[in-house]
């Protein structure tokens, strides 16, 4: 008793530090020796006060009877109600019902019963609690978004997510899931665990299940005691299991120890049922190695665009955009958090919302929130992150009943699956023991009957002259070597156990057949009390043995993770999404209905001049300037891409967090990606690697013919925010941002065919936010139609590259809105000064000389390769060398076929990123050449 007592004072002086002990010694209490511990420590409390006065030895103190009265109480609730057992995981309100259902053999493949019978049963033999609290646990147990791994099969009414109550319990039936027969039950009457009187001494009860599954960490488990509660998150099955092997394999003699670091990558996280995100493993991993820690949870949504329902041929401004909740935080009820958004609105405390809807069904959650057409999709879901419950954070509180059932302890990750496995390895080691015991019973009967049957005469000899049965036992039990009159063999006496299993020996098991039949159970029941043997004394065998179990546990009813964990949004975490994305080249096509999208280079082959090309973008609907292009351009996935608006706003976004979509597909509202209005169009968009060059500057130009330039630097931070980077006049709109140095000239051109061509050191850098300067002479209704950079060039100096024996040269690539292009020589484009008229880049045909107009104007080489758009989404890539170099008064050749009554035009021109190439993109050049 000295040592249990000194080993509970240990515990209760460290209940913090989250270790968890194997060899601790504590006696296992029945609830009513909990009962009378409390009353033998209120005894000796009312002793020693009673010690001074021996005239009040009959009184008790009141505040002394409340003290003890209490504690007997807390120690109740503490052990007997609230707390988990960490060997199985279970409350004992679960376990008592769990082994109540085994007792009424309600097995899986068996009928279900009526839940009242199963609470009826609980209630009398091992609960002396009401009948609410277990059938409320019992509902528990068969709710799919209350329990990761299902205990019970339900059958009727159980609830739901929106807090719905269980039908009556006389309406549900139940019965055990595989899991629960299998990985729990299936030991228990094996001497695995032990059991102890009930409440009223007519029943054993076990005091643990043999549970195969660390189902404390499985499940998780929520409850409050007195002065202390636990809170634990469900888990995958796949990575307990797998860590479960790693910690079993790591306590081999010559193998490693495992670390944190490698044990919280097998699990990195909680794993909830009802999905959701978890944001970043920092605060995951706080929480295993303390005990104690808030996960951060936020629900899966994702942006749609709906059409009005009002007129089927109204403007793309008719279009709403809505945010559509797929998956819920754990323990978020979804009628509460619709309630709670439609307060919010109808307090005026949330804008943007102009209406809310429930499309769930039983295929899974669906909660829509349409948004008023002025809205930011992205501005109202982080609204709805910090003021609903659809971003929540879980509080999680390691505590648990730890030693042997009557420690309250703090734990870890680490600890609790060393309690486990601590506890699996004593389960095994007792059922090896009790199977032996079993193996040697038999082969102790096994050996009666093959003696017997080797003096078969001389056992139907005393069988036959006995006068009872008791005579012929005592016979059979007769001293060795005892002479047969009859037979003249000798025999060897029996035990009583094989004397009765002779007794009970029938005429046809005496053949030869039974004898061979006797021979080969002999030697089975040898070999299997050589393995038991060999669990029993061989640690390593009995670790490979549940090494084994938890291998076919995982096969069995291991299911993929449901909670997806964000790593980039941890501030702590090592790995971005730029390290995890490969560095492709992708083409990224905006249109004007306000869709972006994603396209591997691959997707497009190159083609011949001409050509009709390829479908780059959605079919043609009710409205198509939806589907009109208005950008396309070719970048890598790691840059970011600096989009600006019409108003003067400018946007920054990495390339890969662009959806990837295919050819005909429309891609997602840019709304989903940035936090832009409807009616505000992106009309630039730069791919920038780098900002890190301080001779570098971001020229802006607008419709008018405004310019300006920035030092890029000055872009480095913006973020998908946005920043104002202009200031626009009344009527003007931002078309272009282009890169350049005081070393590069700046070419534009009008949409009237009219180009200029002039240094950039004469644009003097400016703030963010001012207007700029003229850039070139415009006549009346001529817009500008592109800007140019000239990478270093200047008149009279050499435009050719020589690289070994290959000679570069730059061209000014013409193409009009008919399909019309040519090339042209930059050096036919003298330098000027800014804000002159320019000079003529390309004359129209004749018969279209009310009609076309100047598209666009690309600086290309001759190796380059481009691709050429239509507004109907119609992409061919080609190659420059297939269009001929014309003068500046050419009218040019048909670089490709447009639908030009359909109401088609040539929409944008750009050229097919390079970049070096490294050993990892072998694999995709190998994927282009087979697609072409």
Known sequence: MNNDNDNNNNNNNNPNDGSYDPNKKSGEMTESEQYEAAN????????????????????????????????QYALSIILGRALPDARDGLKPVHRRILYAMDGLSLSPGGSHRKCARVVGEVLGKYHPHGDTAVYDALVRLAQDFSTGTLLIDGHGNFGSIDNDPAAAMRYTECRLTRVASEALLQDVHLDTVDFMPNFDGNEMEPMVLPAK???????????????????????????????SIALTQSREEDSPLLTDERLFDIVPAPDFPTGASILGTSDARKLYKTGNGGIVVRAITHVEQRSSSKSSSSSSKKNRNAIVITQLPYQVNKAALMEKIATLVNEKKMDGIADLRDESDRDGIRVVVELKRDAVATVVLNNLYKKTPLQSTFSGNFLAIMGEGTVPQRFTLRSALDCFLDFRFDTIRRKSSHQLQKVDNRAHIVDGLLLALESIDYVIDVIRKAKDQDTARKQLMMNQNKKSSSTNTNTSSLSKEQADAVLKLQLGQLTRLNKDKLLNERNTLQESKMQLQNLLTNDTATRHLMMEEFRQLKDKFGIPRRTTIQTTVDSNADISDKDLIRNSRSIIVVTRGGYIKRMPLKTFESQRRGTRGKKGGASSSNNENDNEVAHCFGCNDHDTLLMTTQTGIAYGLRAFQIPIASRTAKGVPIPSVLPVKVDNAITSVLPVSTFSKNDEYCVLATEHGWIKKTPLAAFEKITSRGLTIATLEEGDSLRWCQKCTDEDDILIGSTLGKATRFEAKNVRPTGRTSRGMRSMKLKNGDTLADMNILRGRRMGAMTTTTTTTTTTKEYLLAVTSNGYGKRIDTEEFRTQARGGSGVIAIKFKHNNNNEDKVSCLRIVQEDDEILVITSHGIIVRQKVKDIPCQKRSATGVMVQKVDVKGGDTISSVSIVPTYEETDDDDDENNDNNGDK
């Open 213 to 243: 599954l660390p189902l404390l960490l499985l499940n998780g488990c929520a409850g409050i005691a007195v002065g202390m509660a636990t809170n634990v998150p469900p888990h995958n099955l796949n990575e307990l299991m797998d860590a």
């Open 40 to 71: 033998a420590l209120l005894l000796a409390t009312t002793t020693t006060n009673d010690n001074n006065d021996d005239d009040d030895k009959s009184s008790i103190e009141l505040p002394d009877e409340i003290s003890n009265s209490f504690m």
